[in-house]
């Protein structure tokens, strides 16, 4: 695992959206695996100022969201997120963005999302991380998906994403890819951000064991990892 240490989250972001706008330019038809959460907001920002400044082109990219939420409202939905941080901004043609519907039939995506993964593989998949080691929503457990399912949500994981529902309500289940769509990802890009997430990168750095009991630790079975971090985190 590639591990860069900044002083600050702003740089992380900063780092991570070189590596994504580089990958972009050696691979203009990239597949990108998008990941949502507070993590990702600052590295979709500079992504949207590199396209506004003309350093940018995602009109042969395609993208395929991490998971969604099951029956939420539009407005909490992870479809609502992307498009306001990043597919609104961009030239990502909409034809070539994937991510679960939060309003189908859940059978019918998780089918849907499945034979995309047999289809496809992503270039460069950008993960956060859950205060709990989840990636995705693949929460901590006995034993993990390897393909796109539905999953109910820990309280934990309930309670870290309240702050994002107008009314604190959180769905009790999601779409996500699973532990093998997530590790078939050619290059994988982790960026940990926040003081709830100490705990669970301290035996991603410092355990060098893989436990479902901490998802994220199954990233030390792929080749081609960069995790980014403060500093600060890690200490
Ligand atoms: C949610 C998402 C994860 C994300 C995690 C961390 O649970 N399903 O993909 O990594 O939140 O979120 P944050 O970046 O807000 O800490």
Redesign the pocket.
Known sequence: MNVILTKSYEESAQKGAELILNALSQNPALLLGL??????VGIYRRICDAYRDGNADFSRASSVN??EYVGCRAEDSYRRFMDDNLFSNINLPSENITIADHTADPITEVNRLRKFFERRTVDLQL?????NG????NEPDDELEPHVHITPLTKS?MD??AHWFADGVVPER?I?MGMGDILRARTILLVV??E??RAVLRELLNGGKVTTRNPSTFLLLHPDVTLITEESLTV
Do not use: V
């Not at 990941?35 to 990702?40: C, D, M, R, S």
């Not at 989840?134 to 929503?137: D, E, L, M, N």
């Open positions: 990941a949502t959460g507070e993590t990702p991490l998971d993960l956060g991380i859950g205060p989840h990636i995705g929503f994981t870290a994403n999601a996500t951000k926040g709830s997430k």
